[in-house]
C-alpha cells in the first residue's frame, strides 16, 4: 500500500522539486520510504513519485518507481495471489531480483501486456510508461478499492492517489466544477468519474487509461464490469450447495488478505460480516488473530461488548479501543486534509479512529466493507422488498397527500420514533418515496438528499446541468432485473465505491494503516450476483446466505441484534459541540463572497434545523463538509 503521483508534461517545463513536493503530499500514504524519477524524454517530461508503505518485501527490492527492460511503473496496492503468477512467469523464463509483487507486474506486463489484469486479484492502481511502444497505461482494480486521479489540460498531464498532490504543480488550475458541487450536495460524494474541479477525473473501477505520448491521446477502456455478473441467469445449484460454494469463496479470499510480511489484524465490529471474515479466518489457525473494536460510549456508539462476546467464542487476541466524544470532534477539523475532495460521511470520524488505535499494533487491517452491497444487507432493500409493491398501489392522490402531511410535522414532533437512529433522515427520504416509488426513484430517494428540482434553490447559479451518474444506470438487462437486484448493482458502482471505499481508504492511510477488504474480491460478486434473491433476501432475512455460514461457526443467539453500524449523532453535535463551526463556515458574509450558494436557502437552513427540524441535520451536515474543504483548499 502506498502513494502515487506524477506527471506527464509535454510543455517539458515541470521540476524535479515540483516532483518532489507531489509526492512528498502524500507521505502518510507510505511513511516508510520516498523515490522519484525524472525523465526526460523525446516527446515530454515524465515524472514517477512513490511513498512506500512497506507490506510485501520489506528489502529495498521492493523500492519504487521501479524499472524492467523497457518498462517503468509506479503502483499503490497489492496483488495477493502475486506468487502464484510469478510462478508461472519463472516457468517461462522470467527470472526475479527481489519477492515484491511490483516486480512481478512489471515481468507479467512484458509476457501478455494489459491482458496481464485479468490475472490479477488485487486492489492496486497502476501507471506503467513503456519506452518501447510510447504509451503510459494506467489501471485501476475491480472494484475500485484503491484511487486514481488524473488530470488534462493542454500540454499537462497529472496523476495521483490524492488530489492534495495536484496542488502542489503549478500549471494546476484549481476551478470548482459547479456541476460536481451539485452533485456533492446530493450525494455527499462526488461520483465517479467526476471530480470537484473541472479538468480532473477519476479512473472508473474496471477501466484502464492509455495515454499515447506521440500525439497525447487518450484512450479509456473498460476491463470488467460488474453488470456481466448481473446479466446472466441465476444458478440452479440447490442452496446447500451455493452454501457451501459460498464460503469456500469467501474463505479463499480472507486467506489471500492475510499475505503480508508484517503483522495483519481485522476489525471485529460484532455484526454478521466482520464476524464472517473473522470465523473464516480463525477456523484453520491455532494462533489467535489479532482483532480490533472500537467504543464511543458518550454518543451511543458502542459495539464493543457484542464484539467481545463473538471474539471471546472464535478465541481470537481481541482489543477494545474506547475513545471520547471529544476525541470524535476533535478530528472534524482535519477531515478537509484527508478527504481532499468534499465528503460527507460522517462515519469517517469513527473509521478514522479504529485506523489510528490500530495501526498501534498492526500495519495492515482486514475490514468487511461490501457485505451489505453483495448479500442484500441494507435497511433500504428491506424496505424496497416489503413495502416497493404496496406503495406503488396507494393511489397517488394519497400518497402525494400522505407527503403534503409530512411536510407540516416535523420529524422532532414524532412520539418515540423521534428517538431511533436516523429516523430524522430516513422521515425526510419518505416523502420522496411517497411522491414517486418506482424501484428507480427510490433508489434515487433513499440516496439523495436533493432532487435536480430542489437543487435549483441551493445553488446561485440554477442553470447548471446535473451530473450523469451510475445512479441512472440501464446496463441491468430487463430479463435478469428485480426490485433488489436492482439497487444491489447500483450499490456496488455508487455509494460502495464513492462513500465506502473512499472512505476506508482515507481513514486507513491517515494513520499509514493498510485495509483490505475481503467482500470486494471480484470473484465473491461474480458468484454472489448469480445466486437467487431468495438465497441473500429470505422470508424477510437479510443477508440470509451469509448468515448461515456465520451459525456454523458463532450461536444464533450470540449474533441476532439490530444493525447498529458506525452512528454518529449529528443533528446533537450541530446545535451542540460544532454550533460555532456552522455559525463560523456558513456565515452570510462567507456564503456571499464565495457566490457557489444562495444565502436565502441557507439561512432558512440553518433556522429551519435550529428552529427543532432536525430532518435537516445531514443536509446541513452536508453544507459544513463542503465550507470546511472550501476554507482548506480554495483560500
Same mark, same amino acid.
Given at each position: 500500500?502506498?502513494g502515487? !503521483?506524477?506527471?506527464?508534461? %509535454?510543455?517539458?517545463?515541470?521540476?524535479?522539486?515540483?516532483?518532489?513536493?507531489?509526492?512528498?503530499?502524500?507521505?502518510?500514504?507510505?511513511?516508510?520510504?520516498?523515490?522519484?524519477?525524472?525523465?526526460n524524454?523525446?516527446?515530454?517530461?515524465?515524472?514517477?513519485?512513490?511513498?512506500?508503505?512497506?507490506?510485501?518485501?520489506?528489502?529495498?527490492?521492493?523500492?519504487?518507481p521501479?524499472?524492467?527492460?523497457?518498462?517503468?511503473?509506479?503502483? $499503490?496496492?497489492?496483488?495477493?495471489?502475486?506468487?502464484?503468477?510469478?510462478?508461472e512467469?519463472?516457468?517461462?523464463?522470467?527470472?526475479?531480483?527481489?519477492?515484491?509483487?511490483?516486480?512481478?507486474i512489471?515481468?507479467?506486463?512484458?509476457?501478455?501486456?494489459?491482458?496481464?489484469?485479468?490475472?490479477?486479484?488485487?486492489? %492496486?492502481?497502476?501507471?506503467?510508461y513503456?519506452?518501447?511502444?510510447? &504509451?503510459?497505461?494506467?489501471?485501476?482494480?475491480?472494484?475500485?478499492?484503491?484511487?486514481?486521479?488524473?488530470?488534462?489540460?493542454?500540454?499537462?498531464?497529472?496523476?495521483?492517489?490524492?488530489?492534495?498532490?495536484?496542488?502542489?504543480?503549478?500549471?494546476?488550475?484549481k476551478?470548482?466544477?459547479?456541476?460536481?458541487v451539485?452533485?456533492? +450536495?446530493?450525494?455527499?460524494?462526488?461520483?465517479?468519474?467526476?471530480?470537484?474541479?473541472e479538468?480532473?477525473?477519476?479512473?472508473?473501477?474496471?477501466?484502464?487509461? !492509455?495515454?499515447?505520448?506521440?500525439n497525447?491521446?487518450?484512450?479509456?477502456?473498460?476491463?470488467?464490469?460488474?453488470?456481466?455478473?448481473?446479466?446472466?441467469?441465476?444458478?440452479?445449484?440447490?442452496?446447500?450447495?451455493?452454501?457451501?460454494?459460498?464460503?469456500?469463496?469467501?474463505?479463499?479470499?480472507?486467506?489471500?488478505?492475510?499475505?503480508?510480511?508484517?503483522p495483519?489484524?481485522?476489525?471485529?465490529?460484532?455484526?454478521?460480516?466482520?464476524?464472517?471474515? &473473522?470465523?473464516?479466518?480463525?477456523?484453520?489457525?491455532?494462533?489467535?488473530?489479532?482483532?480490533?473494536?472500537?467504543?464511543?460510549?458518550?454518543?451511543?456508539?458502542?459495539?464493543?461488548?457484542?464484539?467481545k462476546?463473538?471474539?471471546?467464542?472464535?478465541?481470537?487476541?481481541? !482489543?477494545?479501543?474506547?475513545?471520547?466524544? /471529544?476525541?470524535?470532534?476533535?478530528?472534524?477539523?482535519?477531515?478537509?486534509?484527508?478527504?481532499?475532495e468534499? %465528503?460527507?460521511?460522517?462515519?469517517?470520524?469513527?473509521? !478514522?479512529?479504529?485506523?489510528? @488505535?490500530?495501526?498501534?499494533?498492526?500495519?495492515?487491517?482486514?475490514?468487511?466493507?461490501?457485505?451489505?452491497?453483495?448479500?442484500?444487507?441494507?435497511?433500504?432493500?428491506?424496505?424496497?422488498?416489503?413495502?416497493?409493491? /404496496?406503495? *406503488?398501489?396507494?393511489?397517488?392522490?394519497?400518497?402525494?397527500?400522505?407527503?403534503?402531511?409530512?411536510d407540516?410535522?416535523?420529524?422532532?414532533?414524532?412520539?418515540?420514533?423521534k428517538?431511533?437512529?436516523? %429516523?430524522? $433522515?430516513?422521515?425526510?427520504?419518505?416523502?420522496?418515496?411517497?411522491?414517486?416509488?418506482?424501484?428507480?426513484?427510490?433508489m434515487?430517494?433513499?440516496?439523495?438528499?436533493?432532487?435536480? *428540482?430542489?437543487?435549483?434553490?441551493?445553488?446561485? $447559479?440554477?442553470?447548471?446541468?446535473?451530473?450523469?451518474?451510475?445512479?441512472?444506470?440501464?446496463?441491468?438487462?430487463?430479463?435478469?432485473?428485480?426490485?433488489?437486484?436492482? +439497487? @444491489?448493482?447500483?450499490?456496488?458502482? &455508487?455509494?460502495?465505491?464513492?462513500?465506502?471505499?473512499?472512505?476506508?481508504?482515507?481513514?486507513?492511510?491517515?494513520?499509514?494503516?493498510?485495509?483490505?477488504?475481503?467482500?470486494?474480491?471480484?470473484?465473491?460478486?461474480?458468484?454472489?450476483?448469480?445466486?437467487?434473491?431468495?438465497?441473500?433476501?429470505?422470508?424477510?432475512?437479510?443477508?440470509?446466505?451469509?448468515?448461515?455460514?456465520?451459525?456454523?461457526?458463532?450461536?444464533?443467539?450470540?449474533?441476532?441484534?439490530?444493525?447498529?453500524?458506525?452512528?454518529?449523532?449529528?443533528?446533537?453535535?450541530?446545535?451542540?459541540?460544532?454550533?460555532?463551526?456552522v455559525?463560523?463556515?456558513?456565515? *452570510?458574509?462567507?456564503?456571499?463572497?464565495?457566490?457557489?450558494?444562495?444565502? *436565502?436557502?441557507?439561512?432558512?437552513?440553518?433556522?429551519?434545523?435550529?428552529?427543532?427540524?432536525?430532518?435537516?441535520?445531514?443536509?446541513?451536515?452536508?453544507?459544513?463538509?463542503?465550507?470546511m474543504?472550501?476554507?482548506k483548499?480554495?483560500a
Amino acid at each position: 500500500m502506498c502513494g502515487i !503521483t506524477g506527471f506527464i508534461d %509535454f510543455a517539458r517545463s515541470s521540476s524535479e522539486n515540483t516532483l518532489e513536493r507531489m509526492t512528498n503530499t502524500l507521505f502518510h500514504r507510505g511513511p516508510d520510504g520516498s523515490g522519484i524519477q525524472l525523465l526526460n524524454e523525446a516527446k515530454a517530461q515524465i515524472g514517477f513519485g512513490h511513498r512506500r508503505l512497506s507490506i510485501i518485501d520489506l528489502s529495498e527490492h521492493g523500492t519504487q518507481p521501479m524499472q524492467f527492460e523497457h518498462l517503468w511503473i509506479c503502483f $499503490n496496492g497489492e496483488i495477493y495471489n502475486y506468487q502464484e503468477i510469478k510462478d508461472e512467469l519463472s516457468s517461462l523464463g522470467h527470472s526475479f531480483v527481489g519477492g515484491s509483487d511490483t516486480e512481478m507486474i512489471l515481468h507479467a506486463y512484458a509476457q501478455w501486456g494489459k491482458a496481464c489484469i485479468d490475472k490479477f486479484i488485487g486492489m %492496486f492502481a497502476i501507471v506503467l510508461y513503456d519506452t518501447k511502444a510510447n &504509451t503510459i497505461f494506467c489501471v485501476r482494480d475491480r472494484a475500485g478499492v484503491k484511487p486514481f486521479f488524473y488530470y488534462k489540460q493542454g500540454d499537462l498531464f497529472l496523476f495521483a492517489s490524492e488530489l492534495k498532490a495536484f496542488h502542489q504543480h503549478p500549471k494546476f488550475q484549481k476551478k470548482i466544477n459547479l456541476a460536481a458541487v451539485g452533485a456533492f +450536495m446530493q450525494y455527499g460524494n462526488v461520483p465517479t468519474p467526476h471530480c470537484i474541479f473541472e479538468d480532473c477525473y477519476k479512473l472508473e473501477p474496471g477501466h484502464s487509461l !492509455t495515454l499515447n505520448l506521440e500525439n497525447q491521446t487518450v484512450q479509456i477502456e473498460r476491463y470488467w464490469n460488474v453488470y456481466d455478473a448481473y446479466n446472466q441467469p441465476k444458478t440452479s445449484i440447490s442452496y446447500e450447495e451455493a452454501k457451501t460454494e459460498t464460503e469456500k469463496i469467501l474463505s479463499s479470499a480472507c486467506e489471500y488478505r492475510m499475505v503480508a510480511d508484517v503483522p495483519v489484524g481485522v476489525f471485529l465490529s460484532g455484526g454478521y460480516d466482520s464476524a464472517c471474515v &473473522t470465523s473464516l479466518l480463525q477456523k484453520n489457525r491455532t494462533e489467535k488473530l489479532k482483532t480490533f473494536t472500537i467504543a464511543v460510549p458518550d454518543i451511543g456508539l458502542n459495539e464493543a461488548p457484542y464484539a467481545k462476546d463473538v471474539a471471546k467464542h472464535l478465541g481470537t487476541d481481541h !482489543t477494545e479501543i474506547e475513545c471520547t466524544q /471529544k476525541d470524535a470532534t476533535d478530528l472534524i477539523v482535519d477531515l478537509p486534509f484527508y478527504y481532499d475532495e468534499p %465528503f460527507a460521511d460522517s462515519s469517517a470520524i469513527p473509521t !478514522t479512529l479504529v485506523s489510528i @488505535m490500530a495501526r498501534k499494533h498492526v500495519t495492515v487491517a482486514l475490514s468487511a466493507d461490501a457485505g451489505d452491497e453483495v448479500f442484500a444487507g441494507y435497511n433500504r432493500y428491506d424496505y424496497l422488498m416489503r413495502y416497493g409493491k /404496496k406503495m *406503488e398501489q396507494l393511489p397517488g392522490f394519497v400518497r402525494k397527500s400522505m407527503a403534503g402531511m409530512m411536510d407540516l410535522i416535523p420529524s422532532d414532533k414524532i412520539p418515540v420514533l423521534k428517538n431511533k437512529y436516523n %429516523f430524522h $433522515n430516513r422521515y425526510e427520504k419518505l416523502k420522496g418515496i411517497l411522491r414517486n416509488p418506482s424501484s428507480e426513484q427510490i433508489m434515487l430517494s433513499l440516496s439523495q438528499q436533493f432532487t435536480d *428540482e430542489q437543487l435549483k434553490n441551493v445553488l446561485k $447559479n440554477a442553470n447548471f446541468e446535473a451530473l450523469p451518474t451510475h445512479y441512472r444506470s440501464k446496463e441491468l438487462k430487463a430479463e435478469f432485473s428485480t426490485p433488489l437486484t436492482y +439497487m @444491489m448493482a447500483i450499490d456496488y458502482q &455508487t455509494y460502495l465505491l464513492d462513500d465506502i471505499l473512499q472512505k476506508v481508504d482515507r481513514a486507513t492511510m491517515t494513520a499509514s494503516l493498510e485495509g483490505r477488504e475481503p467482500f470486494l474480491d471480484h470473484r465473491v460478486i461474480e458468484w454472489a450476483a448469480t445466486l437467487p434473491d431468495d438465497f441473500k433476501y429470505h422470508n424477510g432475512e437479510k443477508k440470509y446466505i451469509l448468515k448461515e455460514i456465520v451459525h456454523d461457526y458463532i450461536p444464533k443467539e450470540l449474533m441476532d441484534r439490530p444493525k447498529m453500524g458506525f452512528a454518529i449523532p449529528i443533528a446533537h453535535w450541530l446545535q451542540n459541540d460544532l454550533r460555532e463551526l456552522v455559525e463560523e463556515h456558513l456565515s *452570510e458574509k462567507k456564503i456571499v463572497e464565495q457566490g457557489i450558494f444562495n444565502w *436565502e436557502f441557507v439561512a432558512k437552513l440553518k433556522a429551519d434545523f435550529f428552529g427543532g427540524k432536525k430532518e435537516f441535520d445531514v443536509k446541513l451536515w452536508y453544507l459544513l463538509m463542503f465550507q470546511m474543504w472550501f476554507g482548506k483548499w480554495m483560500a
